[in-house]
Antibody, heavy 121, light 109 residues
Framework: QLQLDESGPGRMKPSETLSLTCSVS??????????WGWIRQPPGKGLEWIGS???????HYNPSLQSRVTISKDTSKNQFSLRLRSVTAADTAVYYC?????????????WGHGTMVTVSS | EIVLTQSPGTLSLSPGEAATLSCRAS???????LSWYQQKPGQAPRLLIH???SRATGIPDRFSGSGSGTDFTLTISRLEPEDFALYYC??????????FGQGTKVEIK
């Protein structure tokens, strides 16, 4: 069964670069028909799609974050990653990695448990 | 960008009652690219419905989705205690960005 597991710094300071990794087990990120994506949720607020990377390496980003975000994948480690530059307190959120499954129209059918990132000086 | 507006913000109901949640899109979207998720406190969202009306694997048949164009509905036919949670609709597919509605909370009356 496919499982996703996020890892990250927990706390960081404004202006730093956030780096998160999603480790995939029970399946290969090289499998065709799948994107791999990141979603975040500020405390007490709703869900925000950050972006996704296709198995080919093609990426799509939320325009609101596009200037600061990079999503990449490492097939040798079966992982994909998020980098968010110049963070501020507004980037404080639970960050989820998830699989948009093109076989069901890109609905997110598998999610990680989420990792909390707090940006504070 | 397609904006999804969910209503009501909060739905106060008793176990056994039916719940009807609405998701309205700012422009017409393909039914293929509308999903519903359930989220409980401290947990990741769980896919309930994809393609507007197809239940995800393992989802009970008391959950059903419908709609087309700009208006979509999630119906819970008979609320169980474990159904009191937050519900989000989402647009995805070939058009980016993918967006979520702001959520509807189903609470115990």
């Amino acid at each position: 069964q496919l499982q996703l597991d996020e890892s990250g710094p927990g706390r960081m300071k404004p202006s730093e670069t956030l780096s998160l990794t999603c480790s995939v087990s029970g399946g290969s990120i090289s499998s065709s028909s799948y994107y791999w994506g990141w979603i975040r949720q500020p405390p007490g607020k709703g869900l925000e799609w950050i972006g996704s990377v296709y198995y080919t390496g093609t990426t799509h980003y939320n325009p609101s974050l596009q200037s600061r975000v990079t999503i990449s994948k490492d097939t040798s480690k079966n992982q994909f990653s998020l980098r968010l530059r110049s963070v501020t307190a507004a980037d404080t959120a639970v960050y989820y990695c998830a699989r948009p499954n093109s076989m069901i129209g890109y609905a997110f059918d598998v999610w990680g448990h989420g990792t909390m990132v707090t940006v504070s000086s | 960008e397609i904006v999804l507006t969910q209503s009501p913000g909060t739905l106060s109901l008793s176990p056994g009652e039916a719940a009807t949640l609405s998701c309205r899109a700012s422009q017409s979207i393909s039914y293929m690219y509308l999903s519903w998720y359930q989220q409980k406190p401290g947990q990741a969202p769980r896919l309930l419905i994809h393609g507007a009306s197809s239940r995800a694997t393992g989802i009970p048949d008391r959950f059903s989705g419908s709609g087309s164009g700009t208006d979509f509905t999630l119906t819970i036919s008979r609320l169980e205690p474990e159904d009191f949670a937050l519900y989000y609709c989402q647009h995805y597919g070939d058009t980016h960005p993918w967006t979520f509605g702001q959520g509807t909370k189903v609470e115990i009356k």
